[in-house]
């Protein structure tokens, strides 16, 4: 004999099953507010450390890409393009016209954060040793020209290697330089990891 249950008797039951299975209680929350705060807080401090490095590559790529830019649009326009190294943060692409005298600026770019053109006289020169002379070392240059060729030469047309060395102040972590080598105009970054120079 099959014995029927009332209808109500089970939806209470399903009632009780539900109720015993659903939440989660105070101490459960409390424990993964906790978990979510020791990690929050260690995530800052890695933050924190690797800062000055990452706006040492952020403005040793803006460096690289300008020098790349400004190599191109020379080759591309055949025109001789003008790199200036303005004041301690900017950089600036020129396009010298036909007309004598005459110049046209293209991009100018400034680097953010604190970065600057600094040399740091305790840190040795980077493996392709094209001088530490000064922050922008193309000689006594604080501008270089690519020309139409792709060369990067001064403002005699002579070509001239060089190093542009960037940091934050007071940072190490932050060091970094861009080569660029006069003949073929072929530009390299560098990182400072303490002990010696880093292809970055």
């Not at 014995?3 to 299975?21: C, D, E, G, H, W």
């Not at 260690?42 to 000055?52: E, L, N, T, Y």
């Not at 100018?108 to 392709?128: H, K, N, Q």
């Amino acid at each position: 004999m099959v014995r029927v249950l009332p209808l109500t008797v089970s939806v209470m039951r399903n009632r009780t099953r539900i109720a015993s299975v659903s939440g989660f209680t105070l101490i459960e929350m409390m424990l993964v507010v906790c978990i979510i705060g020791i990690m929050s807080a260690m995530a800052m401090f890695q933050v924190g450390s690797v800062r000055p490095g990452m706006l040492g590559d952020g403005a040793m790529r803006s460096v690289m890409g300008e020098l790349n830019t400004a190599r191109e649009m020379a080759i591309a326009q055949r025109r001789w393009m003008q790199v200036n190294f303005v004041g301690v943060n900017r950089i600036q692409i020129v396009r010298i016209e036909l007309a004598a005298g005459q110049t046209t600026t293209l991009r100018d770019v400034m680097f953010e954060s604190g970065v600057r053109y600094e040399l740091i006289s305790a840190i040795a020169d980077t493996p392709d040793a094209f001088g530490k002379a000064s922050a922008t070392s193309f000689g006594s240059a604080t501008a270089v020209r690519f020309n139409s060729e792709g060369s990067l030469v001064d403002t005699n047309g002579a070509p001239v290697n060089g190093t542009v060395f960037l940091a934050i102040p007071n940072q190490d972590l932050s060091y970094r330089a861009v080569t660029v080598q006069g003949s073929t105009g072929r530009v390299r970054g560098y990182k400072w990891v303490g002990a010696g120079w880093r292809r970055g």
